[in-house]
Antibody, heavy 120, light 107 residues
Framework: QVQLVQSGAEVKKPGASVKVSCKAS????????MHWVRQAPGQGLEWMGIINPSGGSTSYAQKFQGRVTMTRDTSTSTVYMELSSLRSEDTAVYYC?????????????WGQGTTVTVSS | DIQLTQSPSFLSASVGDRVTITCRASQGISSYLAWYQQKPGKAPKLLIYAASTLQSGVPSRFSGSGSGTEFTLTISSLQPEDFATYYCQQLNSYPFTFGGGTKVEIK
C-alpha cells in the first residue's frame, strides 16, 4: 500500500541541525511532489516547502529560507528535510506529505510525523 | 503571502447537526483550496481538494464549495468520528498557507 515512513524522534540542542527522512513506497516516487509541514505543540499547521523528486527542484517558505534544505534520493525513494540553526521555536512534529502536482491538489498521503525537540 | 482566515475557530455541536466552516482568503485563489481533518496525535487527512472535489474514500456527508476568496466546508450530519480539527489550505501560490483551524467538539 502507499505509505510514507519517517525517521524517528530527535532531540537537539539550540544551534544544531536536524535531518528528517521520509521513505516512500507503494507508488512511483518521481510521479508525486513532496511537501514538508510542521506543527508546534498545540498549534496549527505550517507549510515549510516542496520538492519535486523527479528533478530535485525545491521551493521554500520565506520564513525558512537559508535554514532549510530539502533533498531526495531516487535510488531509495527517500526525501530529506534538514533544518539548521535550531531554536526552541522549532520544536514541533514534522510531516512529509505527497501531492500529484505542485499546485491545485491537496496532500493525499502523509507520513506519521517526526517529533523534533530543541532543548538545551 | 496569502492569509487564510477560518471561522469559527471553535464549534460545539451535537451528533446529527449540520456544520459549516468558512475559510476566507486575503486574495483570490480561484478554486485552489483543500480541506483537511486532523485528530489528536494523528497526521492530517485530506477531505476535499479543488474547493469541492471529494477525496476518494471520504464520506459524502462532507462537501466543499466556493471560489475566489470565500470557501465553505459543510458536514451535513455530524457523526461521532467527525469530532476533530479542520484546516483549509491554499495551493494557488507559494507558500501554501493553512488557515488557523476550526476545532469541532461535542456539545
Amino acid at each position: 500500500q502507499v505509505q510514507l515512513v519517517q525517521s524517528g524522534a530527535e532531540v537537539k540542542k539550540p544551534g544544531a541541525s536536524v535531518k528528517v527522512s521520509c521513505k516512500a513506497s507503494g507508488y512511483t516516487f518521481t510521479s508525486y511532489y513532496m511537501h514538508w509541514v510542521r506543527q508546534a505543540p498545540g498549534q496549527g499547521l505550517e507549510w515549510m516547502g516542496i520538492i519535486n523528486p523527479s528533478g530535485g527542484s525545491t521551493s521554500y517558505a520565506q520564513k525558512f529560507q537559508g535554514r532549510v534544505t530539502m533533498t531526495r534520493d531516487t535510488s531509495t525513494s527517500t526525501v530529506y528535510m534538514e533544518l539548521s540553526s535550531l531554536r526552541s521555536e522549532d520544536t514541533a512534529v514534522y510531516y512529509c506529505a505527497r501531492s500529484p502536482e505542485a499546485y491545485y491538489y491537496g496532500m493525499d498521503v502523509w507520513g506519521q510525523g517526526t517529533t523534533v525537540t530543541v532543548s538545551s | 503571502d496569502i492569509q487564510l482566515t477560518q471561522s469559527p475557530s471553535f464549534l460545539s455541536a451535537s451528533v446529527g447537526d449540520r456544520v459549516t466552516i468558512t475559510c476566507r482568503a486575503s486574495q483570490g485563489i480561484s478554486s485552489y483550496l483543500a480541506w483537511y481533518q486532523q485528530k489528536p496525535g494523528k497526521a492530517p487527512k485530506l477531505l476535499i481538494y479543488a474547493a469541492s472535489t471529494l477525496q476518494s474514500g471520504v464520506p459524502s456527508r462532507f462537501s466543499g464549495s466556493g471560489s475566489g476568496t470565500e470557501f465553505t466546508l459543510t458536514i451535513s450530519s455530524l457523526q461521532p468520528e467527525d469530532f476533530a480539527t479542520y484546516y483549509c489550505q491554499q495551493l494557488n501560490s507559494y507558500p501554501f498557507t493553512f488557515g488557523g483551524g476550526t476545532k469541532v467538539e461535542i456539545k
